[in-house]
């Protein structure tokens, strides 16, 4: 782990006029002289800073008055710190030298096959780390929100509200209702928010499983069969982003705001519905589009109807919703094969 220069984000040291980490290392020693600087007022430390949700995150804190710090992992250079968060003592002191007021926690493995098949790589990572994470954000009196999923539920009674009883059918909800649970022993005064499908800017489509079914819509030569049994929320990671500023805000206000909340778009519908939403989005065909109503066959067994309720979160003020199809616009304009629909509707 590198971060060199952290000590002085936390720390009032002369002249360090304190935005992000790169700035910090390099001007350390010429501004060294001159006035003492401003410990910025509102820290917020976002794990998973380079993932689908963590990118959104990270720019709508930075952009709404927080000193905001990202950390990751593989993909942390240049514009974040590289921390392994299964690495106890490296979370200890990245906590203890920038004391964050917030801590938003959006690393994890969240591909339910991958956790299937490596239980003990993703136990650590979405319970062990996220347990360290919040107790060493008990010691500097900060406030987590940890991330977790509609997969906690087993999809047979919607919809869910943020007391309805979890019962996950597969390893990944159980490893997010373990993470949910081990944050809340170590720091009682934490919040969840649990998430469905979510999709947003992506740098590939497979990033999100709401545009990996892209290209599938935009060849129309082919017919693409797209699962039309169990029912999502696709929800825009800028609308999550905007949520979970306001509940760091929120907090700030009301230091006893804590416990377990739900956000997801008011729209609900299948894989198939989103293509179908998709293709009408850009003005292109959905005759080769096939709906499968079986319920899909893989080894890993999914929720049928996992619906959200996010009204505790509305009736605090809490709340944004971009429509499907302007969100989908936003996010997959630039995979669209037809350039000109790209110039003409988009520029
Ligand atoms: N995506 C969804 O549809 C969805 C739905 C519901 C809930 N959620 C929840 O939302 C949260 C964010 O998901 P996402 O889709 O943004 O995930 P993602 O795109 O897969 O990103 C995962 C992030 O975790 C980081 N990470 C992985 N291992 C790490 C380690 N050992 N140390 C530090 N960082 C590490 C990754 O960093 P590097 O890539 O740099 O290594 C990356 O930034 C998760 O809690 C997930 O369970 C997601």
Do not use: R, W
């Given at each position: 782990m590198n971060y060199t220069g952290l000590i002085f984000l936390a720390r009032p040291v002369k002249g360090v006029q304190l935005i992000n980490l790169q700035t910090v290392s390099s001007v350390v020693t010429p501004w060294a002289e001159q006035e003492v600087p401003e410990v910025p007022s509102q820290r917020a430390l976002i794990t998973g800073a380079t993932g689908l949700l963590g990118r959104a995150v990270y720019k709508e804190f930075r952009a709404n008055g927080w000193h905001t710090l990202g950390c990751a992992f593989r993909r942390a250079r240049p514009n974040h710190l590289t921390l392994d968060i299964c690495n106890p003592s490296a979370v200890r002191r990245l906590l203890q030298e920038?004391?964050?007021?917030v801590v938003v926690h959006c690393a994890a493995e969240r591909r339910p096959d991958v956790v299937e098949n490596n239980p003990q790589r993703s136990y650590n990572l979405n319970v062990a780390a996220s347990a360290t994470l919040a107790h060493e954000t008990a010691e500097v009196g900060g406030f987590m929100i940890y991330i977790s999923s509609n997969?906690?539920?087993?999809?047979?009674?919607?919809?869910?509200?943020?007391?309805s009883q979890p019962h996950p059918l597969n390893a990944y909800g159980r490893s997010k209702l373990d993470g949910e649970n081990a944050v809340l022993h170590a720091l009682p005064g934490a919040a969840v928010l649990r998430l469905p499908l979510l999709y947003g800017?992506?740098?590939?489509?497979?990033?999100?499983g709401v545009t990996v079914i892209f290209d599938r819509i935009q060849h129309a030569n082919k017919s693409a069969s797209l699962d039309d049994w169990q029912r999502r929320q696709p929800t825009h990671t800028q609308d999550v982003a905007f949520v979970l500023r306001q509940m760091a805000d929120h907090w700030m206000q009301d230091k006893s705001f804590c416990g377990i909340y739900h956000w997801a778009s008011c729209e609900m519908m299948t894989k198939y519905e989103i293509g179908c939403a998709m293709a009408d989005a850009f003005n292109l065909?959905?005759?080769h589009l096939r709906a499968v109503t079986e319920e899909p066959t893989g080894h890993v067994q999914r929720p049928r109807d996992a619906t959200l309720d996010f009204s505790a979160l509305e009736l605090l003020g809490i709340g944004q919703h971009t429509p499907l199809r302007i969100g989908l616009r936003k996010a997959l304009w630039p995979f669209l094969d037809d350039r000109r629909w790209r110039q003409m509707v988009f520029h």
């Open positions: 920038f004391k964050p007021h997969y906690v539920f087993d999809g047979k009674s919607p919809p869910y509200g943020p007391h800017e992506v740098n590939e489509l497979e990033e999100s065909p959905s005759s």
